[in-house]
């Protein structure tokens, strides 16, 4: 978990890191983002530096064309649910006698559900002639600072010495090395290890290790086949793929068995050609 006392214990420990930051962060960079100097990674993503005053920690500021657009699109839709909410208990307390205790009760429930946007409404429940009333409005700073902040997020790291773009790098082999165990825990359901005996637990790593590397394989063979590098859509298709056990009993009491593989769909034969991957007509039996 990133925190301080973390961090601190990396430091004293000689320890190199880069990290994400939470979003309230960027306010201290406020300057530097209405500024120039932008530096191009790649389509879509823009990245600057920001040394830290004392020397010791280097600020990497990035600006994403996706994350704008999703968080834009996210801002939208909260801020329209929390303008219906307030509308409805409006209109509510205009009908029938309410405590302003429960009406803000009420509010303070449709805020939190709908967080990402309950800074940009001020709202104020008052007693008038023994009725609730709600007035609320909302505040153009917070709107402002959601505009220029949208798609940008800050990283940090006591590597005073790399450029931008090599530590904004580095720090995508981190989340792509988080995203090798999920894939342990999802595709390959391999994971929670429930092993009591710590050499059991031993024997499990390894195992994980050498399937994820099987995966990583897979998924190389479908990039260098021109079908991206996540295999998961390739099983997900090939999977419905078909086989059926013919069974015809003879008279003298013994069965023959014959697999048959079905076949496959325009789509599947398109992919296991991409693959170069040949479907076999029938598969062998082998009696247990």
Same mark, same amino acid.
């Given at each position: 978990?990133? $925190? ?12 190199? &890191?880069?990290? =994400?930051?939470?979003?309230?962060? *960027?306010?201290? /960079? ?14 879509? *993503? ?8 004392? =020397? ?18 996210? !801002?939208? #839709? ?37 967080? #990402? ?7 104020? +429940? ?10 609320? $409005? ?9 505009? *220029?902040?949208?798609?940008? &997020?800050?990283?940090? $790291? ?53 399937? &994820? ?5 897979? =998924?190389?063979?479908? &990039?260098?086949?021109?079908? =991206?590098?996540?295999?998961?859509? +390739? /099983? ?30 325009? !789509?599947?034969?398109?992919? *296991? ?8 007509? !029938?598969?062998?039996? !082998?009696?247990?």
């Amino acid at each position: 978990m990133v $925190s301080e006392e973390n961090i601190e214990f990396l430091r004293e420990k000689g320890q190199r &890191y880069i990290l =994400g930051t939470p979003k309230s962060q *960027l306010r201290r /960079f406020e300057r530097e983002l209405l500024e120039g100097g932008w530096e191009t990674i790649r389509e879509g *993503l823009e990245v600057k530096l920001c040394p830290c005053p004392d =020397g010791d920690e280097t600020f990497i500021l990035c600006r994403s064309v996706d994350r704008r657009e999703k968080e834009k699109a996210m !801002h939208e #839709r909260f801020e329209k649910r929390i303008e219906a909410g307030l509308e409805k208990i409006t209109a509510g307390c205009a009908k029938r006698r309410q405590q302003p205790v429960a009406v803000a009760q009420r509010i303070g429930r449709l805020l939190g559900a709908n967080s #990402r946007a309950a800074g940009l409404f001020k709202i104020d +429940v008052k007693e008038v002639d023994g009725l609730a009333e709600v007035v609320w $409005s909302k505040v153009d700073a917070w709107r402002e600072w959601s505009t *220029l902040s949208e798609g940008c &997020y800050l990283l940090r $790291s006591n590597i005073t010495d790399w450029s931008a773009e090599e530590l904004w790098k580095a720090y995508i082999q981190l989340t792509q090395a988080e995203a090798a165990f999920r894939i342990t825990k999802s595709d390959l359901i391999i994971r929670p290890i429930w092993h009591q005996r710590k050499e059991r637990v031993q024997a499990h790593i390894p195992v994980c290790f050498l399937a &994820y590397v099987i995966w990583k394989a897979l =998924g190389q063979m479908c &990039y260098r086949a021109g079908l =991206g590098d996540e295999p998961r859509k +390739v /099983f997900d298709e090939i999977a419905q793929i078909q086989m059926v056990d013919v069974v015809l009993p003879t008279r003298i009491g013994v069965n023959i068995r014959r697999r048959c593989v079905a076949q496959p769909t325009r !789509h599947q034969a398109i992919l *296991l050609q991409r693959l170069g991957l040949t479907l076999p007509t !029938h598969l062998e039996v !082998h009696e247990m």
